[in-house]
């Protein structure tokens, strides 16, 4: 088994030609940690995950893995595997064959190989399908699959891009739930990119959230939730009020929004309301034009229920204000 090692980034950019993908970047990430890069498309998350496997070249600064600097290492050479979206399954071999694949191009022999491919299979509960082609599995099964086959090389990081945008919903809550036990068990870290908020609160022990090639925020899950250092990272992870109030902006959080029909507060009109199961979700604009959400419990909206075009009163606890960085 390989052991888990540190990954450091320091001052990592990425150009292409004119354009600045990733912009001098720092990071520590611990061994064992499952880490997630969250951002919007075109934030630079895809381009770091990149240059950390080897599939794309460092412009500037250097990456380093445990005690070594990696930056000229080919993929094979680093101790990180990558899982790509697509799965890149080869669709005339079987699952067995596929996941030894690797260790094929690593000159092990064809008997070790096969155990090792066996076994990791066995581990992502796929052994009895090892004989079945990509075509004859399911899009859950393939998953398993490539990660099979990403962690047949026994590597020291797992690298995941998108791994789980092409499932459904309650397959994702499902796999999600699988990812984070084999990263508990095999105690490597796990590198996701991915543009899900969910998804990085659910699975992350350190998030990053990029914008524009530069990392705004980097915490764990609840830190980022509760404290958003920025305008940007409030308003990208959702939940939160951005509120102008003076010279500086501060956010409160959606649930922790107080809407009445009458006494103090700030005056506001109902702009919609979308009822999601355990709460309900109030869309509000103020007199002077601010727009707001609040989100309700379920018993408590309809013990006092709002409808579109309502007046009523919006307040929020001294306690509940963040304030914002400039």
């Given at each position: ?40 498309s ?21 990456i ?75 899009g ?13 090389t ?20 499902r ?65 939160h ?47 002077a ?13 309809y ?24």
């Amino acid at each position: 088994m390989a052991r888990p090692a540190d990954l450091e980034l320091a001052s990592v950019t990425k150009r292409y030609g004119e354009t600045t993908a990733v912009d001098s970047i720092d990071l520590k990430i611990k061994a064992g940690t499952y880490c997630c890069l969250l951002g919007p498309s075109g934030c630079g998350k895809s381009s770091t995950l990149r240059m950390i496997a080897g599939h794309e070249s460092v412009s500037d600064g250097d990456i380093v893995l445990g005690p070594e600097v990696v930056n000229d290492l080919p993929p094979a050479k680093r101790g990180t595997a990558m899982m790509f979206q697509s799965y890149a399954l080869f669709p005339h071999l079987s699952a067995r064959d596929n996941v030894a694949f690797p260790l094929r191009m690593k000159g092990v022999n064809k008997v070790d190989r096969s155990i090792r491919a066996t076994d990791a299979l066995k581990m992502v509960d796929m052994e009895r399908y090892q004989a079945r082609l990509p075509s004859q599995l399911s899009g859950g099964q393939q998953q398993r699959v490539a990660l099979a086959r990403a962690l047949v090389t026994d590597p020291q990081i797992l690298l995941l891009d998108e791994p789980l945008s092409a499932l459904d919903p309650f397959l994702k809550i499902r796999v999600r739930a699988e990812l984070k036990r084999f990263q508990r068990e095999l105690g490597i870290s796990f590198i996701h990119v991915t543009h899900s908020q969910e998804e990085a609160m659910a699975l992350a022990d350190l998030v990053i959230i990029m914008n524009a090639g530069r990392i705004e925020q980097a915490g764990d899950p609840r830190t980022i939730f509760n404290a958003p250092a920025t305008e940007f990272v409030a308003r990208f992870i959702g939940g939160h009020n951005v509120i102008p109030a003076g010279e500086r902006k501060i956010s409160v959080r959606s649930d922790r929004l107080h809407v009445s029909a009458g006494g103090q507060g700030t005056p506001a009109t109902v702009r919609e309301v979308e009822y999601q199961g355990t709460a309900v979700f109030v869309s509000l604009v103020t007199e002077a034009g601010l727009e707001l959400m609040a989100i309700v419990p379920e018993r408590t909206f309809y013990a006092r229920p709002f409808e579109a075009g309502e007046a009523v009163h919006v307040h929020w606890d001294e306690a509940d204000i963040h304030e914002l960085a400039a």
